[in-house]
């Protein structure tokens, strides 16, 4: 019983790679809304792994290495492969199969820099043990629900989601802000702080915010909430 107490964490962990992996098949089948939806119940599991460590008490080495080579394929791989259809589709309106030779490869190629520096970003939070209770850099569940939504929202009323050129400055800028050293908060309130302290009011109005967002926009919302998330990090950083 207690072998399998101690693996409950694990088994979470190893359903969020579950998705992932299925997200990078639906991705290279062309069906980006599925892949969308597998990396949002991946980011489920993800949560949830951790929150099953903590109320069953279990800690562990393997769990933590484990959680990061799911994280790497389910929130590093599986959008990047979502955002090298997106790119190679708004050049052809097709999805890629395998014409290597194909000159519309070079800017949908621009995508792998995601995995890459989630690679990255992943090895560092694994070897920091000042990330506990807040981030240096954007986490990649973050990145990841930022690519996944794009697939789910209305282009005819954000057509800027399907632009050429957008797509390529996702490619760049998101992996970049991975690895950038910009302290994020946590959204995990603490027992020893103030309801009222400005980091929790600054989480109140990102959850508040992002309710409200969601709510009217859908899945339009989500770029924004990340956006919006990493503003507020800036000033909660300049105010301490």
Same mark, same amino acid.
């Given at each position: 019983m207690n072998a399998i107490k101690r693996n409950i964490p694990n088994i979470i962990t190893l359903a969020n790679l579950f998705c992932g992996l299925c997200a990078i098949i639906f991705a290279f089948q062309g069906n980006l809304q599925l892949a969308s939806f597998c990396i949002f119940a991946? #980011?489920? &599991?993800?949560?949830?792994?951790g929150l099953a460590a903590r109320l069953l008490k279990v800690t562990g080495e393997l769990g933590k290495q484990l959680d990061s080579m799911a994280d790497m394929v389910t929130f590093g791989v599986?959008?990047?492969?979502?955002?090298?259809?997106?790119i190679y589709y708004s050049q052809t309106l097709s999805f890629f199969q395998s014409a290597y030779k194909d000159p519309n490869l070079f800017p949908a190629i621009l995508s792998f820099l995601l995995p890459i520096f989630s690679a990255?970003?992943? #090895?560092? &939070?694994?070897?920091?043990?000042?990330?506990?209770?807040?981030?240096?850099g954007l986490p990649t569940p973050a990145l990841a629900i930022f690519i996944a939504a794009i697939p789910l929202i209305n282009t005819d009323l954000f057509p800027l989601f399907i632009d050429l050129r957008f797509l390529i400055s996702l490619s760049i800028i998101l992996p970049l802000l991975l690895i950038m050293k910009i302290p994020l908060f946590s959204l995990k309130f603490s027992k020893e702080e103030s309801m009222m302290s400005s980091l929790n009011i600054f989480r109140i109005t990102l959850i508040s915010a992002s309710l409200i967002l969601l709510f009217v926009f859908q899945f339009a919302a989500i770029p924004f909430i990340v956006i919006l998330y990493l503003t507020l990090s800036i000033v909660n950083n300049f105010i301490k």
């Open positions: 991946g #980011a489920f &599991f993800d949560f949830f792994d599986a959008p990047g492969m979502i955002l090298f259809q997106l990255i970003r992943l #090895a560092k &939070f694994n070897i920091d043990p000042k990330q506990t209770t807040s981030f240096i």
